[in-house]
């Protein structure tokens, strides 16, 4: 069935390393992704979005990719924090309501 | 700007009794969404309004869930009469409209016992 779903549910970095979280999706109708963080006993808090009109976008220390031709997502976090250590979903924006689907997240572990 | 705002943050009853929680979005964001996250899993949305219509509801248990957004801005989710799996995180969040980021609450944490 159609899902959002992520390839690893864990990743351990060393602090200063880049990461790279991966997610799958298979609705290719769907137009609209975007990253959240959630750490424990909280909300999920956005990082970044991209539309099916661009390939990559960029934030603060954040880079989001987009290959709509294998309907892979990936989000790169360059010189990891111990602050980053938390749970990364993908949600995937489908249908006519523009509803936010979720994966079932990626925990990153940064080590000191 | 404030944030989302929910209540109570946690809550905790015995199966078959009643529950109800508070979500007071972002100011001027016209879409509120409840979603229900069970330890270990991603958000599942429940419900969606834009405004006070509601957009999606295919995924609330009508039997038991119930949600209204009355006047178009704080919302509340009710659970009547409670089960053991609905212990769970239950999420507000907000968006200026369809097809856009949305930023949520911290919030409410149900132990059904």
């Known amino acids: 069935g159609e899902s959002v779903g992520l390839h690893l549910p864990t990743l351990s970095v060393q602090e200063g390393d880049n990461s790279i979280i991966n997610c799958a999706y298979s609705n290719s109708a769907s137009d609209y992704f975007i990253w959240y963080k959630q750490e424990s006993g909280k909300g999920p808090q956005f990082i970044i979005d991209i539309r099916s009109n661009m390939d990559k976008r960029q934030g603060q220390r954040v880079t989001v990719l987009l290959n709509k031709t294998v309907k892979h997502l990936s989000l790169q976090i360059a010189a990891t924090q111990p602050g980053d250590s938390a749970v990364y979903f993908c949600a995937e924006g489908r249908g006519g309501s523009e509803k936010l689907v979720f994966g079932k997240g990626t925990k990153l572990t940064v080590n000191p | 700007e404030a944030g989302v705002a929910q209540s109570p943050r946690y809550k905790i009853i015995e199966k078959r009794q009643s529950v109800a929680f508070w979500c007071n979005p972002i100011?001027?964001?016209?879409?509120l969404y409840w979603y229900q996250q069970i330890l270990g899993q991603g958000p599942k949305l429940l419900i969606q309004f834009q405004n006070n219509g509601v957009v999606d509801d295919s995924q609330l248990p009508k039997d038991r869930f119930s949600a209204e957004r009355l006047k178009g801005v704080d919302s509340t989710l009710k659970i009547q009469p409670a089960k053991l799996e609905d212990s769970a995180v239950y999420l507000c969040?907000?968006?200026?409209?369809?097809?856009?980021?949305?930023?949520f609450g911290q919030g409410t944490r149900l132990t059904v016992v």
């Open positions: 969040a907000s968006s200026l409209g369809a097809g856009v980021k949305a930023f």
């Open positions: 100011s001027g964001h016209a879409t």
